[in-house]
């Protein structure tokens, strides 16, 4: 299976490639491309002025309150570039196309541009091997490096694409309440906190995949998340901040 990584022009190159890095840490079938000249542009027309009125409005994918530290401070009402699905995913279409990528090699953009839904990621119904992930804010949501969910939601896209049967698969199947799952919808986007913890995918989930991917890919994919979330343990400072226990010197 491969998976080619695009950037829009505004991504800092060295975050994208922090990305990469954190995709290719464990050996496997999967194979992730990296092209960071690909610059994906928005055309003038594309980009959209949007007003987010509240956080409330921040926090909502198109549709909990747990505090969280905030790294950057947000004054609502907020102004944002915002872009539709449908130009994230011709991007990935064209670049598709010039690039000569197999119709079963994913294609996942990273931009800095919110989209109009307010998704964390998405990929295309019509063609469900393109994709994109929102890049932005992720301050907001987690306290850590950006570059380990982002990582982790390449990986959510690639085992979503073979869980569900289409949108309208996802729309039935999906976890609206969250279990720590691959599949949680994160409707409220601060719960999407619980499946960075976990790195896991439930055994209903499981049982639909198991017949679709070779045991390899699953496996591979499962270590990769797993050393996301070790990574973000220790980027978190979670493990430093447990007190050790007393130490016994026996016979």
Not at 16 to 23: N, W
Not at 159 to 182: M, S, W
Request: with cysteine.
């Amino acid at each position: 299976m491969k998976v080619h990584l695009i950037k829009s022009s505004e991504l800092d190159t060295d975050m994208f490639t922090r990305v990469f890095d954190l995709l290719t840490a464990v050996p496997g079938p999967i194979k992730f491309y990296c092209d960071p000249a690909s610059l994906i542009e928005y055309d003038e027309d594309e980009i959209l002025i949007k007003s987010i009125p509240s956080v409330k409005d921040f926090e909502k994918s198109m549709p909990m309150e747990s505090r969280i530290e905030h790294s950057m401070i947000r004054e609502f009402p907020m102004e944002r570039e915002t872009v539709s699905w449908d130009t994230l995913f011709k991007k990935c279409a064209t670049y598709r196309r010039a690039n000569s990528i197999s119709q079963d090699s994913f294609v996942i953009l990273l931009t800095d541009k919110a989209n109009k839904q307010n998704w964390f990621a998405c990929l295309d119904e019509r063609m469900p091997y393109n994709g994109f992930i929102h890049t932005d804010d992720w301050d907001h949501f987690i306290d850590c490096p950006p570059e380990f969910p982002i990582a982790y939601e390449v990986l959510a896209l690639m085992l979503q694409k073979h869980i569900f049967d289409g949108h309208q698969d996802i729309r039935e199947a999906v976890h609206n309440t969250p279990v720590g799952c691959v599949s949680d919808m994160c409707m409220q986007k601060k719960e999407i906190i619980l499946k960075l913890r976990t790195a896991d995918v439930c055994k209903g989930c499981m049982d639909r995949i198991k017949n679709k991917l070779p045991a390899t890919t699953i496996n591979h994919a499962l270590d990769l998340m797993e050393s996301l979330r070790v990574k973000m343990l220790f980027a978190q400072n979670f493990r430093q901040r447990v007190t050790l226990s007393r130490l016994i010197i026996d016979e």
